[in-house]
T-cell receptor, first 116, second 113 residues
């Protein structure tokens, strides 16, 4: 069975600090996808990034960057120069193939609080 | 373009009352459909998924059931709600055969009192 672990339940930082959200996954699949979603207080899930298991290149998008390392089964997310608007719950997720349907397995989320 | 609609946005129901949450997808055919639940302060738990009309897979035994009466309609139901059914329910879809491209609805916040 697949599993996603986000060991950090809650992180508090002061604005402009850098922060890294950890994600460790377990899967037996050789082909899989990893995701990060942001959930603001309103509740909807905002897609941030998708990475497939064959692409270990790190990615940077503005203040966001992602570090995918298959050797350690980790897919960590770093926010540089955090802002108050970054305050949200962040979920890491893993997509598995199960017969005719794939399923998205989520970690328990990390609540990020950015204060002035 | 494809869109997903989920309603109602909020719902307050007494214990023991029935529940029906509806999710519809537009602009695609034969989608994979999913129901997730997020209990207060918790992660997202997959409840049901469906690969076609009338085909429902349950992930967690519980007080809820799901149905897919039409290709792009996914319904979450309960005959008698429990306090523990309170939470945030999210519907999602993706293209069949793909391992990505999940799109989530805006969610229903259910409070059982």
């Amino acid at each position: 069975a697949q599993k996603v672990t986000q060991a950090q339940t809650e992180i508090s930082v002061v604005e402009k600090e850098d922060v890294t959200l950890d994600c460790v996954y377990e899967t037996r699949d050789t082909t899989y996808y990893l995701f990060w979603y942001k959930q603001p207080p309103s509740g909807e899930l905002v897609f941030l990034i998708r990475r497939n298991s064959f692409d270990e290149q790190n990615e940077i998008s503005g203040r966001y960057s992602w570090n995918f390392q298959k050797s350690t089964s980790s897919f960590n997310f770093t926010i540089t120069a955090s802002q108050v608007v970054d305050s949200a719950v962040y979920f890491c997720a893993l997509s598995e193939s199960t017969g005719t349907a794939s399923k998205l397995t989520f970690g328990t989320g990390t609540r990020l609080q950015v204060t002035l | 373009s494809q869109t997903i609609h989920q309603w109602p946005a909020t719902l307050v129901q007494p214990v023991g009352s029935p529940l029906s949450l509806e999710c519809t997808v537009e602009g695609t055919s034969n989608p994979n459909l999913y129901w997730y639940r997020q209990a207060a302060g918790r992660g997202l738990q997959l409840l049901f998924y469906s690969v076609g009309i009338g085909q429902i897979s349950s992930e967690v035994p519980q007080n809820l059931s799901a149905s897919r009466p039409q290709d792009r309609q996914f319904i979450l139901s309960s005959k008698k709600l429990l306090l523990s059914d309170s939470g945030f329910y999210l519907c999602a879809w993706k293209k069949a055969g793909s391992n990505y491209g999940y799109t989530f609805g805006s969610g229903t916040r259910l409070t059982v009192v």
